[in-house]
C-alpha cells in the first residue's frame, strides 16, 4: 500500500481519520484496482450478450445489499450500458468496458457511503476497488468504485455522495459537447478553446462540491 492509497493529496482534503481508517481496510481486503482487471472475454459482443443474461441475477444482488445495507439500489436506466455507448468506449480504450453491468448506492454523508461499502463483500464477489474520493478522477468527479463478479461477468458498483450524484446528471451534458470535439481529428483554434473551457467549467464544479462535501470532514 502507498500513502497515495490512505491519505489525501492537497486536492483531497476533508475524509476524517474514520474514514481514511475504513479505506485502508478497504485496500487490504481487496488489493486490486478496476485497472488492473479484464472481462473474461475480449468479444465486444460476446460479453454483450453475457451482460445481458446475467442482468437480473445482478439487479437482484443490487437490490439485496440495498436492503441490508439500508441504501436504495440504482440500476442503469435499461438495465445494461447501451450498445453504442458499450461500443464507443470498447473502440476508444481497446478493452471490452468493465461497466455494461452497473449500479449505484446515493449517500446524503459520507460515514454512511463508507460504512455501507465496507459491507460490500456480505452480498457481492469484489474483484477490485478504488477509492475515488482520495484520488479523484481528471474531471474532479469522486466516488467509491468496486468491480464485482457475476458468474465471472465484472460489474461496476459505484458508492456516490448525492451532490456529486446530482451535479454529475448536469456534467454529463458538458461531457457530451466534449466527446463530440474530442472524436474530431483535428480542431479549429475556436474548438480548441470550447474544448479547454468544458473541461475547466467540468474540473471547476467538482472542485466546489468536494469542498462542501469535505466540510463535513466524515462526520454527522
Given at each position: 500500500m502507498?500513502?497515495?492509497?490512505?491519505?489525501?493529496?492537497?486536492?483531497?482534503?476533508g475524509?476524517?481519520?474514520?474514514?481514511?481508517?475504513?479505506?485502508?481496510?478497504?485496500?487490504?481486503?481487496?488489493?486490486?484496482?478496476?485497472a488492473?482487471?479484464?472481462?473474461?472475454?475480449?468479444?465486444?459482443?460476446?460479453?454483450?450478450?453475457?451482460?445481458?443474461?446475467?442482468?437480473?441475477?445482478?439487479?437482484?444482488?443490487?437490490?439485496?445489499?440495498?436492503?441490508?445495507s439500508?441504501?436504495?439500489?440504482?440500476?442503469?436506466p435499461?438495465?445494461?450500458?447501451?450498445?453504442?455507448?458499450?461500443?464507443?468506449?470498447?473502440?476508444?480504450?481497446?478493452?471490452?468496458p468493465?461497466?455494461?453491468?452497473?449500479?449505484?448506492y446515493?449517500?446524503?454523508?459520507?460515514?454512511?457511503?463508507?460504512?455501507a461499502?465496507?459491507r460490500?463483500?456480505?452480498?457481492?464477489?469484489?474483484?477490485?476497488?478504488?477509492?475515488?474520493?482520495?484520488?479523484?478522477?481528471?474531471?474532479g468527479?469522486?466516488d467509491?468504485?468496486?468491480?464485482v463478479?457475476?458468474?465471472?461477468h465484472?460489474?461496476?458498483?459505484?458508492?456516490?455522495?448525492?451532490?456529486?450524484?446530482?451535479?454529475?446528471?448536469?456534467?454529463?451534458?458538458?461531457?457530451?459537447?466534449?466527446?463530440?470535439?474530442?472524436?474530431?481529428?483535428?480542431?479549429?483554434?475556436?474548438?480548441?478553446?470550447?474544448?479547454?473551457?468544458?473541461?475547466?467549467?467540468?474540473?471547476?464544479?467538482?472542485?466546489?462540491?468536494?469542498?462542501?462535501?469535505?466540510?463535513?470532514?466524515?462526520?454527522?
Amino acid at each position: 500500500m502507498t500513502a497515495d492509497d490512505l491519505f489525501p493529496n492537497a486536492s483531497s482534503p476533508g475524509l476524517s481519520a474514520e474514514l481514511l481508517d475504513v479505506t485502508h481496510a478497504l485496500r487490504a481486503r481487496f488489493p486490486k484496482r478496476p485497472a488492473e482487471i479484464r472481462q473474461p472475454t475480449q468479444n465486444l459482443q460476446d460479453a454483450y450478450a453475457q451482460a445481458q443474461d446475467l442482468s437480473n441475477e445482478f439487479l437482484s444482488q443490487l437490490t439485496l445489499f440495498g436492503t441490508l445495507s439500508g441504501a436504495r439500489a440504482t440500476p442503469r436506466p435499461n438495465g445494461i450500458k447501451s450498445w453504442a455507448r458499450t461500443e464507443e468506449k470498447g473502440n476508444l480504450f481497446g478493452l471490452v468496458p468493465l461497466d455494461i453491468l452497473g449500479g449505484k448506492y446515493v449517500f446524503g454523508q459520507l460515514t454512511p457511503l463508507y460504512a455501507a461499502a465496507a459491507r460490500v463483500h456480505e452480498s457481492f464477489d469484489v474483484l477490485a476497488f478504488q477509492d475515488r474520493f482520495l484520488k479523484p478522477q481528471a474531471s474532479g468527479y469522486r466516488d467509491l468504485q468496486f468491480v464485482v463478479s457475476v458468474q465471472g461477468h465484472a460489474a461496476e458498483i459505484k458508492f456516490c455522495h448525492a451532490a456529486f450524484d446530482e451535479l454529475d446528471a448536469y456534467e454529463h451534458r458538458l461531457y457530451e459537447m466534449r466527446r463530440v470535439l474530442e472524436r474530431k481529428a483535428e480542431l479549429s483554434a475556436i474548438e480548441r478553446i470550447v474544448l479547454d473551457t468544458l473541461i475547466d467549467a467540468s474540473t471547476l464544479m467538482y472542485q466546489h462540491v468536494w469542498a462542501s462535501v469535505s466540510a463535513e470532514g466524515g462526520g454527522e
